[in-house]
């Protein structure tokens, strides 16, 4: 079993529509990451948490540190949001390395 | 503002060449990383560093070393180059963060731009 799981694997939205997309890890973690792929495109880091919410315009990402369960939320989506959306995280233990999910694809149809 | 920068973006390789692929960032991060990214398996770890030359053995080493002479560069070798090794190679770093110590935006997670990778 994969110690980051993402769900859905593939999203499609119309633009304007809000957008939630789910991580669970089951590792002890310093902290958790949201990053972004576009097609062709590097990885970007979004956000790093490690508990409650961080808001950066229309992103939001929360983190349940109990549950092992991060959500990232897409308000008012546009088709410049599709993209791969990858959660990592940070073990606490084994000298920081990092565990990664398989991705969300999210499409936001114009 | 670059941060993670890798020396090749596309390499073209023959099979038994030996190929270096060079990661160097300017934020003195103690821990360094080498991804191959492929469709439909997601990132995969060849090697990590934890210092200057530490390493430790990703999921999918063999065929590849490692280099860590100086903590801002990270070199990745492929001794002898094969098919299988035609991939998106990924650099990353973060600084070491204790267990309790996440909780600050400090802690980001910083990839360079990728090399392709086509060996034929």
């Known amino acids: 079993k994969n110690e980051v799981e993402q769900s859905p694997q593939n999203l499609t939205a119309q633009e304007g529509e809000f957008i939630t997309i789910n991580c669970s890890y089951s590792?002890?973690?310093?902290?958790l990451h949201w990053l972004q792929q576009h097609p062709g495109g590097g990885i970007v880091s979004l956000f790093m948490?490690?508990?409650g919410k961080k808001k950066h315009g229309r992103l939001i990402a929360t983190i349940n540190i109990q549950e092992k369960h991060s959500s990232l939320h897409i308000t008012a989506s546009h088709p410049r949001d599709s993209a791969v959306y990858i959660c990592a995280v940070t073990k606490s233990y084994g000298n920081n390395r990092l565990a990664f999910g398989k991705g969300n694809q999210v499409v936001v149809i114009p | 503002d670059v941060k993670v920068t890798q020396s090749s973006r596309y390499l073209v390789k023959r099979t038994g060449e030996k190929v270096f692929l060079e990661c160097v960032q300017d934020?003195?991060?103690?821990?360094m990383f080498w991804y191959r990214q492929d469709p439909g398996l997601g990132l995969r770890l060849i090697y990590f560093?934890?210092?200057?030359?530490?390493?430790e053995k990703g999921d999918i080493p063999e065929g590849y070393s490692v280099s860590r002479e100086k903590k801002e560069r990270f070199s990745l070798i492929l001794e002898s180059a094969s098919t299988n090794q035609t991939s998106m190679y990924l650099c990353?770093?973060?600084?070491?963060?204790?267990?309790?110590?996440?909780?600050?935006?400090?802690?980001?997670?910083?990839f360079g731009e990728g090399s392709r990778l086509t060996v034929l």
């Open positions: 934020m003195d991060h103690e821990n």
């Open positions: 948490l490690s508990s």
């Open positions: 590792v002890g973690i310093s902290a």
């Open positions: 560093s934890y210092d200057v030359k530490m390493k």
């Open positions: 990353a770093s973060t600084p070491y963060l204790k267990p309790g110590q996440g909780w600050s935006n400090t802690g980001e997670l910083f």
